[in-house]
């Protein structure tokens, strides 16, 4: 298998075919040039191929060092070798900085070039890589990737698109499981910043105690146990973005800490006497009605106000019912793909069922249902008997005059319903909960058509 392809550019005919000659014999692939601006055309042709470029410092027409800048704009992943016959202490130094690979001498065993040459090419590939992977990455977490057509998306996505070029703080609202950490990774990675760290952490998740030194950080004996220093996580999301979920949890004094954050982009770890500067943008997310919170004592106004710049009202899956049969596809493709097995898609009746459901865990309680879906099913297509419990009784939803109906027999015939719902259509059960016997359930389910 080839190694991958080179570009040499030498004016000495005869030197610059011997070289090619001795790296062909390993297997890579020669392209030659006699002059900078051949051969920087031939760099433009084959900026996608060309995993090193070796180059004399003096060309009839350039200057290596001077021609270094161009070399790297027009092939920004490629490694450059620079070859001179007089090298000097300076021009090499020079060189490095510059972002050569390695500043040779000609004369220098065949041995020492290839090895430099691999070292080269092997850097090349692996920043190819981490290209590709960026891009991946990119694409799975961008704008572009959410599904779904409904209003309440899309004007969800409007909003945030706007956001995410700006280094402004973002506050995402919304039920949780309805995709507020998807949206602080597309935020992130449509900004400037999307080539730093994107650190995400949930407020929730931590003992109180313990959450202040997570994001600050500490010194050695600042308390019993720190044993070394330790970054935080707004440390460790200098440059990008930290998405702080749950926000809402954050005890009084460290959300003033984090309010020095947000007004001057600095903070005191615990157990230090000087600030730690940091370039960090926040975006943030909760499920409570912060304003609410703030105007009870339980989260600080100034906060809520520097945090709320830009609010994002993040919608439930009960709020875009439409989506629900794309995002039941997708999830069941993906999982069909994780398990390894060949599943068409879903039959009308389940598709049926999932519009009507009601999606109180969002999003993510829609992806468990048809993790859980893929895993039993037996034939090709989902089908009822595939999905939870709580689907195999769905009662018929009320009609308008119905709902507007406060009469006591219709309040009546809306709580069993509930009830029903709520167990899954487990007759006893409902009975227990409503107080009744079962054989007067099945009297009511049969007179109200239930």
Known sequence: MPNGTLLLIDDETSLRQMLARVLELEDYTVLQAPDARRGLEMLRQHAEDVLVV????????????????????VAPLAEVILMTAYGTIPDGVRAMK???????????????LLVVVDRAAEKA?????????????????SFDSMIGRSGALLQARKLAERAAPTDSTVLLEGPTGAGKELFAQAIHQASPRRSKPFVAVNCSAFPKDL??????????????????????????ANGGTLFLDEIGELELNVQAKF????????FTKLGDTRPTSVNVRIVAATNRNLRQEAEAGHFRPDLYYRLA????????????????????????????GKLRRRLRGLEPEVLEQLRRHDWRGNVRELKNVLERAAILADGDTLT?????????????????????????????KRQIRQVLHDTGGNKMEAARQLGIGTKTLYRKIQEYGL
């Open 125 to 141: 590939r692996l920043q190819r890589r981490v290209a590709d992977l960026e891009k991946k990455v990119g694409a799975q977490y």
């Open 384 to 412: 009822t008997d595939d999905l939870p419990a709580e689907f195999h009784y769905l009662p018929a939803a009320p009609t308008t005059d119905e709902a507007s109906d406060n009469s006591l027999r219709t309040i009546e």
């Open 54 to 73: 070796l180059s004399d410092v003096k060309l009839p027409d350039g200057y290596g060092l001077d021609l270094l800048p161009r070399y790297k704009q």
């Open 259 to 266: 309010l020095r954050v947000l007004e001057t982009q600095q």
């Open 309 to 336: 710049v830009f609010t994002v009202p993040v919608p439930g899956l009960n709020e875009r019912r439409e989506d629900v049969p794309l995002l039941a596809e997708y999830f069941l493709q993906f999982f069909a």
């Open 211 to 236: 959450l202040e030194s997570e994001l600050f950080g500490y010194k050695k004996g600042a308390f019993t146990g720190a044993l070394t220093d330790k970054k935080g996580l707004l440390e460790e």
């Open 98 to 112: 510059e972002g050569a690979f390695d500043y040779l001498t000609k004369g220098d065993s065949d041995d020492q």
